[in-house]
Every structure is written in structure tokens, then in C-alpha cells.
């Protein structure tokens, strides 16, 4: 075949191709499987993004339930972050290897392939706790759910919610999906800290009522360089921990033996202390005693109990 006698055969052809694909894109946007406005709002590959985005969407969604946006912003927050920090923090403390403050970012989802979300259980499993009795949730507004693990799903998800972290199982009741998470408290089946003869520890503890006091509080000053002036301010830090008193039914004994994980012994006159109370501190079971300096306080403490 000639040159001449191709190009006679090309140009019909390729007119008889742009009348089939543009007789096909008229019959599925008629049949409206695909909308005729994507042809000139959306390129090719925006279209793919949002096709591969449809796919992760699916691993966790039934695809007759892929009907509107709300169905993944209701459960995953309103947007998906990229490097964006943000100073909350969530305590996890406890039962636990390590009591951490973990930064609320580091639970955020992002553009970089990561998780939409976290199950309870991966973030526990992240920081070492293997098995637990029950995981108590406390959120900035005072909510508070308290969770056997036999009644954690795979589907019981910590996921981003404005600025925080809410709580979301769609197999427990709608009261406990809990928002603005500031506290993950854990309890275990061990029990090595020893409380007046009962077998406990610093979960169950945490769990009581629990008070929040003032220690260290220091006045600071600074010249102005501006007017010369000196100005003051009081600094102070919160431990929050439950007061000894509550944990001999309201009444201390006139004294108390407090032994620590190193085999310390020390005796304390209940008549010399104010306000002492058991915290987590510093990841330690610790005796805090407002009106001494910390390195007064006692830390590593496996048993308190009074002495006769």
C-alpha cells in the first residue's frame, strides 16, 4: 500500500475513533454514571488521585455506603494534615511501661500514606501494653468511660477531631464516643503496689478520686529594660495524685512506713506532713510532700502502710 492510499485510511479512522469515545462520554453522562462537567473542570490525573483516594476510603467502608462526604469526615475529622503541629498532648498513664504525654499531632492522619486512624488497642500495643484489664478514657470536659478489653473491637478508634482526639466504636452505645481526649488511663492485672496490706496499683489508684495541688512555687523577677522597672510573678507546677488521707479512709496513722523498689525504708510522722498525696510523677509511683522540696519526695514506692 501506498503512502498516499495511508493517509486516505488515517484521517477517516481517526474521525470514526472521536465519534465513538464522544458517542460513549454522551451516553454515560446521559445515563449520569459520569457527570459531562468533569470533562473540563477536572484533568485526567485529579481524576485518578480521587479514584486511589476512593480506594482507601473503601478498606474501610462498605462501597454502597461511599454515598457523600460526610460518610468519611464524620468519622475521620474534618480534613487530612500535613506537618502541622499542635501543642496538645494525651497522657497515657498507669498500668504502663512508660507514662508518656504523646503529641496529639502524632495521632493525626496525614498526605504521607499514614493511617486515617488509630485502633485503642495499636496504640496501647505502640507503648508496650500487651494485655490490660480496662482502659479508662478522660476527656478536657470532664468525660469519662471506662472500658473492660473484652469489649474492645477492632473498630474502637482514637481519630482527629478539630483540635483533639475523639473516640469512636461503632459497636459500643453512641454516650461513650467521647471527644477531646486528654487522658488514657490503664489498669492491668498486676498489682505491685501495696496500700495498707491491700494489693493494688498506681491504675486502680488514679482511678479513686483524685486532687490536684500547687507545689514549687517560686517567685520569679525581672528588670524591664524598657522602664527599669522590676516586676514579679509566683510560678508553680500541678500534680495531680489522690490525697494519702483517702487512702486510709480519712484519717492518717501517726505514722507511716513507706518502703520504696530499692528496699528504702523511711518513716514519716503524719503530724509533720501537709496534704501528702500518691502521683504518677515523672513516670514514677511517687509520695509527693508539697511542703518539701522534691528531691525530698519518695519515688519508686511499692508500699505504704502505718506503723502501730
Sequence with gaps: MSSNERKRWIIPLIVIIVLIVALAFFALSQSHILPAELATRAWAGVLAEEAQQLGECAECHEPSDLHSCDTCHGDHGEVVLSYVPFSSLLALVGDVPEPVYIPIQQLMPTSG??????TVQDLLAEYGVAAFSTVTLASNDGGFITLLEDQLTDRAY??????GIRFLCEDLHASTWLKGIT???VVTDDT???INGEATSIGRVLLGRTTSITVEETSVMLQSDADGEIRSA???SRVEGVLLEDLFDGQLPAQIRVLDESGQETILLSEELTDPI???FHGETTLVLPDRARQQWITGIVVIEGVQ
Design 183 to 185: 487522658r488514657i488511663i
Design 158 to 163: 482514637l481519630l482527629p477531631y478539630v483540635d
Design 234 to 236: 509566683m510560678t508553680a
Design 278 to 280: 500518691l502521683a504518677q
Design 192 to 194: 505491685p503496689l501495696s
Design 113 to 118: 500514606g499514614r493511617q486515617s486512624h488509630y
